[in-house]
C-alpha cells in the first residue's frame, strides 16, 4: 500500500524567510510518481510539480525548489524568499507509475501561513 | 483553456435526503476523478473512470454512492442517503496522460 506523510501540520513564517515543506512516502513500487499541489482558500488544487521515480535531480522554479531522495524516501519542497501569497495548505502526493502518474495517494497537508 | 467545472459549489442538506454532484472536465481528457476531501485531510479517491468506463472504485462507499459518466464526458456523483460524516469537499479532477487538474469543489454539509 501507498502512504504519504507530511509531518508539519502547521508552519508559521515572516514575509522573506524561506520556508521547507517535508514529504516522506511509503511504496512498495520501484517506479512511481511524486507531485506536490498548492491549496489556496479558495479550494482549488494548484498542481506545481510532477517527478517521475528515476529522475533524481533537483528542480528549481523561480522561489520554488524541490529535493527528491529516493535513499531517505523524501520530496522536499523548499520556498525561498516567502510571500503573503503562498499561504495555503500544500499536499504531497504519489502515484503509481502504471496509472501514468494520476491516480492520487495524498498526504494530510500542511498549512502554511505567511505573516507581512 | 476552460477548467473542471464543478457545480453547485456549496450544498446543505439533511441527514438521510440525497444529493448529487455535477463535473465537466477538460475538454480531451479521457480520465476523470472523484475524490472526497475531509476537513483538515488530504483528498482520498472514490472512483475513476476511462471514458465511460470504471477504472477504480474501490474506495467508493457503493452502499450509498454512485457515480456515472455518460458519453464518457461529464460526470455525476450522487449520495443517498447521506449521512453526517459525509460533510466533505468533493473534487473532481481529470487528466489527458499525467498531470490531474482539480475543480473547485463542492462543500457538503450534511446537519
Known amino acids: 500500500a501507498q502512504k504519504v506523510t507530511q509531518a508539519q501540520t502547521e508552519i508559521s513564517v515572516v514575509e522573506k524567510e524561506d520556508v521547507t515543506l517535508d514529504c516522506v512516502y511509503e511504496t512498495r513500487d520501484t517506479t512511481y510518481y511524486l507531485f506536490w499541489y498548492k491549496q489556496p482558500p479558495s479550494g482549488e488544487l494548484v498542481f506545481l510539480i510532477r517527478r517521475n521515480s528515476f529522475d533524481e535531480q533537483n528542480e528549481i522554479s523561480g522561489r520554488y525548489s524541490w529535493n527528491f531522495q529516493k535513499s531517505t524516501s523524501s520530496f522536499n519542497f523548499t520556498i525561498t524568499a516567502s510571500q503573503v501569497v503562498d499561504s495555503a495548505v500544500y499536499f504531497c502526493?504519489?502515484?503509481?507509475?502504471?496509472?501514468?502518474?494520476?491516480?492520487?495517494?495524498f498526504g494530510e497537508g500542511t498549512q502554511l501561513t505567511v505573516n507581512p | 483553456e476552460a477548467g473542471v467545472a464543478q457545480s453547485p459549489r456549496y450544498k446543505i442538506i439533511e441527514k438521510r435526503q440525497s444529493v448529487a454532484f455535477w463535473c465537466n472536465p477538460i475538454s480531451g481528457h479521457a480520465t476523470l476523478y472523484w475524490y472526497q476531501q475531509i476537513l483538515g485531510q488530504g483528498p482520498k479517491l472514490l472512483i475513476q473512470f476511462q471514458n465511460n468506463g470504471v477504472v477504480d472504485d474501490s474506495q467508493l462507499p457503493k452502499d450509498r454512492f454512485s457515480a456515472e459518466r455518460l458519453k464518457g464526458v461529464d460526470s455525476t456523483l450522487k449520495i443517498q442517503p447521506a449521512k453526517l460524516e459525509d460533510s466533505a469537499v468533493y473534487l473532481c479532477?481529470?487528466?489527458?496522460?499525467?498531470?490531474?487538474?482539480f475543480g473547485q469543489g463542492t462543500r457538503l454539509t450534511v446537519v
Open positions: 479532477a481529470s487528466s489527458l496522460v499525467a498531470e490531474a487538474f
Open positions: 502526493a504519489l502515484s503509481e507509475w502504471e496509472t501514468s502518474g494520476s491516480r492520487l495517494t
